[in-house]
């Protein structure tokens, strides 16, 4: 489904969960939801949407007319980006049903309607040989020598001593190095990412190591997840 306004949406914001959306506001979307797909443009809606409503009304059916008649909205949750609210939902069609979300502005106007990804399940924790295998992998980049792992011929090329130079120096000030402290496992586009706390005497850095299905390790990157 495309994108049904002007709205970028960007990193969620972190923190405790949201409440429940007030009593109104599924209503609210219930009825937006029924409008579009009836070839309606609801009245509460920004500019922008309302100047693409014929396209916004061509892609809906196109996307969600297959599922047949709309039944109702399914909360799941609530999220902030960029000063917009984020409202996640799964509507119930009489065949089936979409994750969807509706996006609104701090005045509660309706800025997007976006075809929603299903809350991905949680992966499991590395085992206990892999954070060993990526332990080695860091201390011996930190040593400036290359790692004896299993990794791509890409990640064996880049590591020359230029770059492991590089590395070592980006930490020398955390002091030595004294272990790696699982955080989470995620996957994307068949990639695993492991996300660790790299401990040091002197205080903890981010890491991330990426491998393919092979366990091959292809990636190694501060982490931006946990800042």
Do not use: C, W
């Amino acid at each position: 489904m495309m994108a049904l306004g002007s709205v970028a949406i960007g990193q969620q914001t972190a923190g405790a969960p949201a409440a429940l959306p007030s009593a109104e506001l599924t209503p609210r979307f219930t009825t937006f939801l029924s409008d579009v797909l009836a070839g309606h443009v609801p009245p509460d809606v920004s500019e922008t949407m309302r100047s693409q409503s014929s396209t916004m009304l061509a892609q809906v059916h196109s996307d969600l007319g297959k599922f047949g008649a709309f039944r109702r909205l399914q909360y799941v949750r609530q999220d902030s980006s960029q000063g917009y609210l984020q409202y996640h939902y799964v509507a119930i069609f009489e065949k089936g049903s979409q994750p969807v979300v509706f996006v609104t502005n701090s005045s509660g106007i309706i800025y997007g309607f976006f075809q929603d990804q299903p809350t991905p399940k949680a992966a499991a924790p590395a085992s206990v040989s892999l954070t060993e295998t990526f332990t080695r992998f860091f201390a011996d980049v930190l040593a400036e020598k290359v790692p004896s792992a299993n990794m791509s011929t890409t990640m064996r090329n880049g590591l020359t001593p230029a770059m492991m130079s590089k590395v070592r120096s980006s930490f020398s000030s955390l002091g030595a190095f004294q272990q790696l402290r699982f955080v989470k496992h995620d996957t994307s586009q068949g990639y695993q990412g492991y996300h660790y706390s790299a401990v040091f005497q002197n205080g903890a850095q981010p890491i991330l190591f990426v491998t393919d299905s092979n366990g091959t390790i292809v990636g190694f990157f501060p982490d931006q997840q946990q800042r």
